[in-house]
C-alpha cells in the first residue's frame, strides 16, 4: 500500500472513531432525558449543559444555526460523514442542528410513557409531513401492481387533497375512505393485499371525529401493514397513539405544538421495526432514521432551523397551555349546548357526544394523574357547532354571528393562543366540493371554533354578544 493510502485509512478510521463518541454522548443524553417527566422534556430536551458550555459559549437556549452547510476538517471527515459514517449534518436540506433539537424532543414526547423508541423528522408543514409519511410505503413493486391504502373520511380538507388528487389522480394510488370509523368490518372489508397502510385522524378537523386506534392497529397489523395517525388536533399532551399501536404519528406542529403562531411545521415520528409489505428491511427497522436519510434527502421537504427553535420553544409550555385551552373549551361547549339558537355541538367533552366513551378512553392530560393520583379527561380546544337555519344549506344567521365577532378572529387557523373562527365549508373543505364535503360530513353553517388562552369568560361574552345580534 502506498503511504497517502495508509494515511487516508487511518484518517478515515479517525473519523470514524469521533462519529462513535458523538454517537455515544447523542446516547447518554437521551438515556438522561428519557426518565423524565414531560414537562422536563419539553423544556430541556436533549439540550444539555455540556453541549452549552463545549459548543454554543455556554448559552442556555438551543441556537439557531442559520447555516446552509457544515465545514469539515478535512477530506477524511467529509468522506466519512457523506458516507453517513458518523452522525453530522452537512446541509440543512438534509439536517441540521437546530432541527436535531426539535426532532429528538419530539420523539421523546412522542412515545412518553409507552417504553417504544422512536425517530423524528421535522418538515417544512404538516401537509409535507404527511407525504413524507406515506409514500415510502407507495413506492413501485411489480408482484402488487395496484398500491392502495385505507383512510378515514374525516380528514383535514389538505389532507383530502392531498390523498384524492395528489396520490389518487395524480398517480392512480386508489385512496378508499371509511365513511364509518367505528366500523370494523367496514375498515377490514376495504384492506386486500395490495393495501399499504391505514390512515387516520384522530381527533379529526373539524369534525372531531375518533376512531379506536388500538383496534385499527391491530387489524393494520393482522395484515403486516403499519397505521399512520395524524394526531394534530390533539397534540402529545393529550394522545400519544404510538402507545396505543400506531406506528407513525403526524402532526401539523403548525397548531398547538407552535401556538404563538409564528411558523409552519410538520413532525413525523415512527416507532422501530414497523410492519410493511414494501421496502428494505432497514427502512422497516427504522423507519423515522431511514426516511431522514434516502427520501427527505432527496424530495427536500426541510424546514427552517429558525422555525424549528420557534417551534422547540413554543412546546415548552405544551401541557400547560393545552390544559387551559381544554377546560376553557369544556366551559364553552356547555354553554353553546344551552344556548337557544345553538341546534347542535360537537365536543368530545359533552356527555351527549357520540365518542364520549372512546373520548374518555384516548384522550387524557399526560402526567395528571401524578398532579391529582386520577388521570384527568380533557378533549381539546376545537369544537364545531350549528345556528339554527330555515335553511342551513343558504346560512343567514350564521353568517350574521360570524360577521359580529369582535374580539375572534376570523381566519383559518387552529389551536392558536388566539382564539379564531372559522367556517369549514368555506375554508378549510371549499376545494372538496359537495361530494368530498359531504364525505368528511361538512354542512355549509358548521362554525369551527378553536379556543385559544384569553380569559374564557371573555371568548364566551364575544360569542355571547354574537349570538343575541341574530
Ligand atoms: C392544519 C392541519 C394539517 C396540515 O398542516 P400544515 O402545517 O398547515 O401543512 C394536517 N392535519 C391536520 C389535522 C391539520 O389541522
Given at each position: 500500500m502506498l503511504s497517502t493510502e495508509i494515511d487516508h485509512e487511518q484518517g478515515t478510521?479517525?473519523?470514524?472513531?469521533?462519529?462513535?463518541?458523538?454517537?455515544?454522548?447523542?446516547?447518554?443524553?437521551?438515556?438522561?432525558?428519557?426518565?423524565?417527566?414531560?414537562d422536563t422534556i419539553a423544556t430541556h430536551g436533549l439540550y444539555d449543559l455540556q453541549q452549552a458550555l463545549n459548543l454554543n459559549n455556554g448559552s442556555i437556549m438551543e441556537?439557531?444555526?442559520m447555516s446552509p452547510a457544515q465545514a469539515f476538517h478535512n477530506f477524511d471527515e467529509m468522506e466519512v460523514a457523506l458516507a453517513y459514517q458518523m452522525p453530522s449534518w452537512t446541509y440543512s436540506r438534509i439536517a441540521n442542528p437546530s432541527t436535531f433539537f426539535l426532532e429528538e424532543t419530539v420523539a421523546l414526547l412522542e412515545s412518553y410513557g409507552s417504553g417504544h423508541k422512536a425517530s423524528c423528522v421535522a418538515c417544512g408543514s404538516g401537509m409535507a409531513a404527511i407525504r413524507t409519511a406515506i409514500e415510502p410505503f407507495l413506492v413501485k413493486d411489480d408482484s402488487l401492481p395496484q398500491p392502495n391504502f385505507v383512510s378515514t373520511s374525516r380528514v383535514y380538507g389538505g389532507t383530502f387533497q392531498q390523498f384524492s388528487i395528489r396520490q389518487m389522480e395524480d398517480k392512480g394510488i386508489e385512496v378508499r375512505w371509511i365513511t364509518d370509523n367505528m366500523d370494523l368490518?367496514?375498515?377490514?372489508?376495504?384492506?386486500?393485499?395490495?393495501?399499504?397502510?391505514?390512515?387516520?385522524?384522530?381527533?379529526?378537523?373539524p369534525a372531531v371525529a375518533l376512531f379506536d386506534i388500538e383496534k385499527i392497529s391491530e387489524l393494520a397489523h393482522s395484515f403486516g401493514i403499519p397505521l399512520i395517525v395524524d394526531a394534530t388536533c390533539a397534540s402529545p399532551a393529550l394522545l400519544r397513539p404510538l402507545e396505543f399501536g400506531a406506528d407513525v404519528v403526524v402532526q401539523s406542529a403548525s397548531k398547538v405544538m407552535a401556538a404563538?403562531?409564528?411558523?409552519?411545521?410538520?413532525?413525523?415520528?415512527?416507532?422501530?421495526?414497523?410492519?410493511?409489505?414494501?421496502?428494505p428491511e432497514e427502512m422497516k427497522a427504522d423507519f423515522g432514521t431511514w426516511v431522514k436519510l434516502l427520501p427527505y434527502r432527496d424530495n427536500g421537504p426541510a424546514l427552517s432551523p429558525f422555525n424549528a427553535i420557534l417551534t422547540l420553544n413554543d412546546m415548552r409550555s405544551l401541557r400547560s397551555r393545552v390544559a387551559q385551552m381544554s377546560r376553557s373549551a369544556q366551559n364553552i361547549a356547555e354553554f353553546l349546548e344551552t344556548h337557544p339558537k345553538v341546534t347542535s355541538i360537537n365536543y368530545p367533552g359533552l356527555k351527549s357526544h357520540t365518542q364520549s366513551e372512546i373520548a374518555n378512553k384516548y384522550l387524557t392530560l399526560v402526567d395528571s394523574e401524578n398532579d391529582t393520583g386520577q388521570a384527568e379527561n380533557l378533549f381539546g380546544y376545537m369544537m364545531t357547532f350549528e345556528i339554527e337555519e330555515k335553511d342551513p344549506f343558504t346560512p343567514v344567521n350564521t353568517r350574521q354571528f360570524y360577521d359580529k365577532l369582535n374580539l375572534i378572529w376570523r381566519a383559518t387557523d387552529l389551536g392558536r393562543v388566539k382564539t379564531v373562527a372559522t367556517?369549514?365549508?368555506?375554508?378549510?373543505?371549499?376545494?372538496?366540493?359537495?361530494?368530498?364535503?359531504?364525505?368528511?360530513?361538512?354542512?355549509?353553517?358548521?362554525?369551527?371554533?378553536?379556543?385559544?388562552?384569553?380569559?374564557?369568560?371573555?371568548?364566551?361574552?364575544?360569542?355571547?354578544?354574537?349570538?343575541?345580534?341574530?
Open positions: 478510521q479517525k473519523w470514524i472513531q469521533e462519529g462513535k463518541r458523538i454517537a455515544s454522548d447523542r446516547q447518554r443524553r437521551i438515556d438522561r432525558t428519557k426518565n423524565w417527566r414531560f441556537p439557531i444555526y368490518d367496514e375498515w377490514a372489508k376495504n384492506i386486500n393485499n395490495e393495501t399499504r397502510f391505514l390512515y387516520g385522524e384522530m381527533p379529526s378537523n404563538n403562531g409564528w411558523a409552519i411545521v410538520g413532525t413525523m415520528t415512527a416507532k422501530m421495526d414497523l410492519p410493511s409489505i414494501v421496502g367556517i369549514p365549508a368555506i375554508s378549510t373543505h371549499q376545494q372538496q366540493g359537495e361530494t368530498g364535503r359531504k364525505l368528511a360530513a361538512i354542512q355549509p353553517n358548521y362554525v369551527r371554533l378553536s379556543i385559544g388562552i384569553e380569559h374564557v369568560d371573555d371568548i364566551i361574552s364575544d360569542i355571547n354578544q354574537a349570538l343575541d345580534s341574530i
